[in-house]
């Protein structure tokens, strides 16, 4: 059965940084893409960031460019995310998730956590 | 960007019923490689998401045949029939084509 936990969000200030961990199992983690999306409280979807199987290529949306940075252990079969310079708008529950076997997509989902980032 | 419009924002459907659920994206999400990268989600409520639809019209491991997906280019739909109580919850289309990855903004289904 695959598994994604993620773990390390909480209360941060404006400006810290907080480092995300997703723990993988069930599957060959270093299969596979990896990703990050993110909702706002009450919000809809949004993607993150997403890596490539062995960490060679990453993607993000414009607002976390040069502030977060995705990767992975696949040793450790596990996904990070590191958010640096962080604001009131990255307050959100972050799902780490799975791409599927051949198409991207978030085949499955963690069950969150809670980043929110205030004074 | 692609833009990801969902229609409509909510729907009201009585057990037993069937509904449709629209997404249109502002580009075509055919990729170069000759495959339409676009996936359905489910949201229950206080649940994650989860995957029930994707390239356009594959279903899951594990998803209702009452589930189906269809459409081409930059308009696609959603079917559920036979609706029960656990499809309440926040439908999401999104893309998977080009990044920015991008979702619509959701239709939430309620029981009438």
């Known amino acids: 059965e695959v598994q994604l936990v993620e773990s390390g969000g909480g209360l941060v200030q404006p400006g810290r940084s907080m480092k995300l961990s997703c723990a993988a199992s069930g599957f060959t983690f270093s299969n596979y893409g990896m990703a990050w999306v993110r909702q706002a409280p009450t919000k809809g979807l949004e993607w993150v960031a997403t890596i490539s199987y062995d960490g060679s290529s990453t993607y993000y949306r414009d607002s976390v460019k040069g502030r977060f940075t995705i990767s992975r252990d696949n040793a450790k079969s596990t996904l990070y995310l590191q958010m640096n310079s962080l604001r009131s708008e990255d307050t959100a529950t972050y799902y780490c998730?799975?791409?599927?076997?051949?198409?991207?997509?978030?085949?499955?989902w963690g069950q969150g956590t809670l980043v929110t980032v205030s004074s | 960007d692609v833009v990801m419009t969902q229609t409509p924002v909510s729907l009201s459907v009585s057990l037993g019923g069937q509904v449709s659920i629209s997404c249109r994206s502002s580009?075509?999400?055919?990729?170069?490689?000759?495959?339409?990268?676009l996936s359905w989600y489910l949201q229950k409520p206080g649940q994650s998401p989860q995957l029930l639809i994707y390239?356009?019209?594959n279903r899951f491991s594990g998803i209702s045949d009452r589930f189906s997906g269809s459409g081409s280019g930059t308009d696609f739909t959603l079917k559920i029939s036979r609706v029960e109580p656990d499809d309440l919850g926040v439908y999401y289309c999104?893309?998977?084509?080009?990044?920015?990855?991008?979702f619509g903004g959701g239709t939430k289904l309620e029981l009438k």
């Open positions: 999104g893309q998977g084509t080009q990044y920015p990855r991008t």
């Open positions: 580009q075509s999400l055919v990729h170069n490689n000759g495959n339409t990268y």
């Open positions: 390239k356009v019209s």
């Open positions: 998730t799975r791409e599927g076997a051949h198409y991207p997509g978030f085949a499955y």
